[in-house]
């Protein structure tokens, strides 16, 4: 797991807010976008999802929930954006964001602290 993942990811979430934001929205650009997204999703969230099983983390099974939530909802996006319904995916994301948000705040930095502990652990 590593911080510039989240920082292009937080960087991502922002540039589809302005599309979003945006009544004309691009079609294709938030379309490339919303895929790029969704692609380093999947590698990020495995990544973690890796760490958290080989460590045995108890935290597991809700923060791999809410992955699974998030490439379902971005696939969501995806499928609105592409058949025509951009004004329907643009009332949608200001929520998804806001829970993408929370997500780094709350599961990705349990699971920081608790890596950063297994390292002092093994260090000491
Ligand atoms: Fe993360
Ligand atoms: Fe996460």
Redesign the pocket.
Known sequence: MNGSEHEWLNQACHELSLAFANPTLDKDAALKMLSLMKASMLLH?AE?ENIMKTTGYQNMGS?KR??DYFIFEVSTLIEMVSSDAPALSASIWPDLKKKLDN?LKT??EL?TGYIEGQFQRSAG
């Open positions: 969230y973690e923060h809410s992955h997500h599961h990705d699971l």
